[in-house]
């Protein structure tokens, strides 16, 4: 059985309009979430006159480092986006040599992830190989014990 009395206390204006109000805030939050996302993934790290001169030198430290003999192919990669990137300085293209500079500092991380696996990888190499010769030395003892 319905209740006449519950229609006749909320107004349907009232009762619209608090509906209306929700979903334009929940419309106003995603659209102003949405906002920052674009705005925070448009938005390139800060970038200063003096970046590139410090990525240079940082360039020149990995080379000179033994990540060079480890990633010879990321190295190649850096030598040629840092051609890029002096090209785009030269050129005043900031927007250019921002990313380039993005993207030659994560070349540099994949370098020297590169360089640890290679060691790892001996490392593990030199562990299986001292495994071998304990357990052959193991196998001599006991062949001398029978």
Do not use: C
């Not at 006159?49 to 990540?67: G, H, I, R």
């Not at 040629?80 to 070349?107: D, H, P, S, Y």
């Not at 991380?109 to 357990?135: F, H, M, T």
Request: charged letters at 30%; a positive charge.
């Amino acid at each position: 059985m319905k209740s006449y009395s519950l229609d006749k206390q909320v107004e349907p204006e009232t009762a619209n309009l608090s509906r209306f109000s929700v979903n334009l805030l929940k419309n106003t939050t995603l659209t102003a979430g949405l906002v920052v996302i674009l705005v925070t993934s448009a938005v390139a790290k800060k970038y200063d006159k003096n970046s590139y001169f410090e990525l240079e030198a940082d360039v020149q430290a990995l080379m000179a480092s033994e990540v060079a003999n480890a990633a010879p192919l990321e190295i190649k990669f850096i030598k040629e986006k840092m051609v890029l990137a002096k090209k785009a300085k030269a050129e005043k293209k900031k927007k250019l040599e921002g990313q380039l500079t993005e993207q030659i500092r994560a070349e540099m991380g994949i370098a020297q992830l590169r360089a640890e696996v290679n060691r790892l990888n001996a490392e593990l190499l030199n562990k299986r190989d001292q495994i071998s010769a304990s357990e052959v030395y193991l196998l001599d003892l006991k062949e001398q014990l029978k």
